[in-house]
């Protein structure tokens, strides 16, 4: 049973991906990450000697420390963050727990340098989808360019932004499957609702209905965003909305129908 300012490795595997998901922060040694260079998704690195003042992203969080078992580090800096005031709780058994449990996990390497992606203007679908994907569970702080496609690459090289959905990207379609289900291969998001997600996502946007119930539903839905929002950012965080109920939906609800009046006449 996790103690008072604990939570297990489970709880928050269910608060990942989720708009108001904690914090996660990485405080592991430099021995520790070389073991095992992988972070839990939407998780990020500081040494542990960095939280005396608490940085400034943190203020205002909810926050979970994460160091290799969840032991002295881990416990230190969450006294520390809640010496200022900030709700911080540790990962019971840290990092070797998480894995230890066969948690999803993000390799160091699959990382981008930066936290700026960029891709074609007038997102529909696969567009608006990725984004989400990528702020819920590989970099929370992502930033998104959305411009003319003949300049994406061009962008993408000047800025130091990482393409997405272009042809002759790696982060794009391949084969009948779509940009989103290849993010969750390269970043290893084996996730039964992702999964779920990704059919009715890969469904909408390559045409293929016959794969999904869902998709004719989302793709009029997100062609309806696309006229009603001339902006894109704007588009993409309202469509953010609309990814995190799909995103409940395939994980709790996807069993669940509608019929009422019960029993009423045809």
Same mark, same amino acid.
């Not at 914090?23 to 972070?39: F, H, W």
């Not at 160091?108 to 960029?118: E, M, Q, R, S, Y």
């Given at each position: 049973?996790?103690?008072?300012?604990?939570?297990?490795?489970?709880?928050?595997?269910?608060?990942?991906?989720?708009?108001?998901?904690?914090?996660?922060?990485?405080?592991?040694?430099?021995?520790?990450?070389?073991?095992?260079?992988?972070?839990?998704?939407?998780?990020?690195?500081?040494?542990?000697?960095?939280?005396?003042?608490?940085?400034?992203?943190?203020?205002?969080?909810?926050?979970?420390?994460?160091?290799? /078992?969840?032991? /002295?580090?881990?416990?230190?800096?969450?006294?520390?963050?809640?010496?200022?005031?900030?709700?911080?709780?540790?990962?019971?058994?840290?990092?070797?727990?998480?894995?230890?449990?066969?948690?999803?996990?993000?390799?160091?390497?699959?990382?981008?340098?930066?936290?700026?992606?960029?891709?074609?203007?007038?997102?529909?679908?696969?567009?608006?989808?990725?984004?989400?994907?990528?702020?819920?569970?590989?970099?929370?702080?992502?930033?998104?360019?959305?411009?003319?496609?003949?300049?994406?690459?061009?962008?993408?090289?000047?800025?130091?932004?990482?393409?997405?959905?272009?042809?002759?990207?790696?982060?794009?379609?391949?084969?009948?499957?779509?940009?989103?289900?290849?993010?969750?291969?390269?970043?290893?998001?084996?996730?039964?609702?992702?999964?779920?997600?990704?059919?009715?996502?890969?469904?909408?946007?390559?045409?293929?209905?016959?794969?999904?119930?869902? %998709?004719?539903?989302?793709?009029?839905?997100?062609?309806?965003?696309?006229?009603?929002?001339?902006?894109?950012?704007?588009?993409?965080?309202?469509?953010?909305?609309?990814?995190?109920?799909?995103?409940?939906? %395939?994980?709790?609800?996807?069993?669940?129908?509608?019929?009422?009046?019960?029993?009423?006449?045809?």
């Amino acid at each position: 049973m996790p103690g008072p300012n604990q939570i297990t490795p489970a709880q928050l595997m269910r608060l990942i991906g989720l708009p108001d998901a904690p914090t996660i922060v990485d405080i592991r040694i430099a021995e520790d990450l070389t073991a095992d260079p992988r972070l839990i998704p939407g998780s990020f690195t500081l040494p542990h000697d960095r939280f005396d003042p608490a940085p400034t992203n943190l203020l205002g969080q909810k926050v979970i420390v994460v160091c290799q /078992k969840g032991r /002295k580090l881990s416990e230190g800096v969450a006294a520390l963050l809640r010496s200022q005031s900030i709700d911080a709780q540790v990962l019971e058994g840290g990092s070797m727990a998480w894995a230890g449990a066969g948690l999803p996990m993000i390799a160091f390497k699959a990382l981008p340098p930066t936290n700026l992606w960029v891709t074609r203007h007038r997102p529909k679908i696969d567009r608006i989808a990725c984004p989400w994907l990528i702020r819920r569970f590989i970099d929370p702080t992502a930033r998104f360019l959305f411009v003319a496609p003949s300049e994406v690459q061009s962008v993408a090289d000047r800025f130091n932004a990482t393409p997405f959905d272009i042809e002759d990207c790696f982060y794009s379609h391949r084969g009948d499957t779509c940009t989103f289900d290849s993010l969750i291969t390269e970043f290893a998001l084996h996730i039964d609702a992702l999964q779920r997600l990704a059919l009715v996502v890969r469904a909408a946007d390559t045409d293929r209905h016959d794969l999904s119930p869902q %998709a004719a539903g989302l793709l009029a839905i997100s062609v309806g965003l696309s006229r009603q929002y001339r902006d894109d950012l704007e588009q993409l965080a309202v469509g953010m909305t609309i990814y995190d109920a799909l995103y409940r939906w %395939a994980r709790d609800g996807h069993d669940e129908g509608h019929d009422w009046p019960v029993g009423r006449s045809v």
